[in-house]
């Protein structure tokens, strides 16, 4: 973890980047995912996933406007998502990609407002409270508990 109260514009701003291309990441596999997952176990799970595809694309268009406002440039590229022909497979991996979104995003939050950019803060917890909803929504598809990162 980054020291919140050392960190600088800039760097916030490849953070924020790096949480960007989460997102576009999170917008392609949430897209492909719901149209690739078959069996009526799914079909709930499978319609979720299509509307995680749009909130996911309102949360970069939020960051890509915060980066800009920051002085940087957003990025265009996505971090890879990975393909399987298991639908659980498909589920925990998009898990596993909310939790670490969620993570970042508590992270995101405290440096922001380290720097005294509280209304991007704000930006930021309106955001992580639907991250929080998909990983409700995925742990509950899977069966399992809904992870503590807090201590991963």
Known sequence: MADESTISRERLIELLNDDLAREYQAIIAYVAYSQVLKGAQYMNIAQELETHASEELAHALTISKQ?????????????????SSKAEDLLRFDLDNENETVRNYRERVRQCEALGEFALAEQIRQILVQEQEHQIDLATALGIEVPDVSKM
Request: aromatic letters at 6%.
């Open 67 to 83: 980066i800009d406002y920051l002085g940087g440039q957003p990025t265009v590229t996505p971090k890879a998502v990975k393909m």
